[in-house]
């Protein structure tokens, strides 16, 4: 749920403070996805970070409680580190593909038909 919020609101910041580059982009004969890749671009990379942060710190700053209950349990602790990370790629990865989806379908929400910016002043 943080990186859909994180990217949801990246990219709505970044549709509406860079307006001026998108429509400039537009009228040079850009199409939509290209006036908007470095928004959806700065979206997924914002939305993104939290999930590589917890990663990073992982069995180092803190012990998840599911690897922490392996190793208290008798498992080897390789074992447990390793479904730890296996665990952490897959939340990794579905976090990268629901937004992923959600920034490349929402941009699109802020065009017309016509492959105009419907922002308003």
């Given at each position: 749920?943080?990186g859909?919020?994180?990217?949801?609101?990246?990219?709505?910041?970044?549709?509406?403070?860079?307006?001026?580059?998108?429509?400039?982009?537009?009228?040079?004969?850009?199409?939509?996805?290209?006036?908007?890749?470095?928004?959806v671009?700065?979206?997924?990379?914002?939305?993104?970070l939290?999930?590589?942060?917890?990663?990073?710190?992982?069995?180092?700053?803190?012990?998840?409680?599911?690897?922490?209950?392996?190793?208290?349990?008798?498992?080897?602790?390789?074992?447990?580190?390793?479904?730890?990370?296996?665990?952490?790629?897959?939340?990794?990865?579905?976090?990268?593909?629901?937004?992923?989806?959600?920034?490349?379908?929402?941009?699109?929400?802020?065009?017309?038909?016509?492959?105009?910016?419907?922002?308003?002043?």
């Amino acid at each position: 749920m943080t990186g859909i919020s994180l990217g949801v609101t990246r990219l709505v910041d970044g549709m509406y403070s860079e307006r001026h580059l998108i429509e400039s982009a537009l009228m040079l004969g850009a199409k939509p996805k290209m006036a908007a890749k470095q928004i959806v671009d700065n979206a997924f990379d914002a939305a993104i970070l939290p999930s590589i942060n917890s990663m990073v710190g992982m069995g180092i700053v803190f012990l998840p409680g599911m690897m922490t209950g392996q190793i208290l349990s008798g498992v080897s602790p390789v074992t447990a580190i390793e479904y730890q990370i296996a665990i952490m790629l897959g939340i990794l990865g579905s976090v990268a593909l629901t937004v992923i989806l959600f920034v490349q379908l929402g941009y699109k929400t802020f065009f017309n038909d016509e492959s105009q910016l419907m922002i308003g002043e």
